[in-house]
């Protein structure tokens, strides 16, 4: 009798055994295939504006080498200070300036006459986020010999540029 049920139980435990099995590998096999789509979002940025930075200039005589005075030109070196990501940067010109008092120091850019003139620097760069970053460029500003020019005489002058 012990026999029987030792067998009993064998035949219950490989029963079961294959049962599992079987119950497995079928689940392995239920499975519905089934395809997807989905959507996502992000927002870019766009241009801000960099600024154009006079890093140096140096006066080139002959008639001064520590001021401009009228017929002398000056080399002017530029960096860009950029507030954003990439941005290019084509070309720099003289836009303006002022000065002191008296301000009729030919305080207009007509088309490049005037009293100090700068041929457009080419640039074409790309620039990262940063500040005063160089060019590597200089541009070549003139003060022109246009008559009597006293009105600036002993003045500072502030150069505007435009890109």
């Known amino acids: 009798m012990n026999m029987k049920r030792f067998m009993n139980k064998k035949v219950v435990a490989i029963g079961l055994?294959?049962?599992l099995t079987l119950g497995a590998a079928g689940a392995a096999f239920a499975?519905?295939?089934?395809?997807?789509?989905?959507?996502g979002s992000a927002t870019t940025g766009s241009a801000q504006t960099v600024t154009i930075v006079q890093d140096s200039i140096a006066?080139?005589?002959?008639?001064?080498?520590?001021?401009?005075?009228?017929?002398?030109?000056?080399?002017?070196?530029f960096g860009i200070t950029n507030p954003s990501g990439n941005q290019e940067v084509g070309t720099i010109s003289l836009a303006s300036w002022t000065s002191?008092?008296?301000?009729?120091c030919?305080?207009?850019?007509?088309?490049?006459?005037?009293?100090f003139t700068m041929v457009p620097v080419a640039v074409n760069h790309?620039?990262?986020?940063g500040i005063d970053q160089s060019t590597?460029?200089?541009?070549?500003?003139?003060?022109n010999?246009?008559?009597?020019?006293?009105?600036?005489?002993?003045?500072?002058?502030?150069f505007t540029y435009s890109s």
């Open 59 to 77: 006066y080139n005589g002959p008639g001064s080498t520590t001021n401009f005075v009228p017929g002398d030109t000056a080399t002017v070196a």
């Open 136 to 143: 590597g460029k200089t541009g070549t500003i003139t003060f």
């Open 31 to 39: 499975y519905f295939t089934a395809g997807g789509s989905g959507t």
């Open 17 to 19: 055994a294959a049962g």
């Open 126 to 129: 790309d620039f990262g986020n």
């Open 145 to 158: 010999d246009d008559g009597p020019q006293d009105a600036c005489a002993g003045q500072t002058i502030t």
């Open 106 to 115: 030919g305080s207009t850019v007509a088309g490049q006459s005037g009293w």
């Open 100 to 104: 002191g008092s008296p301000t009729t």
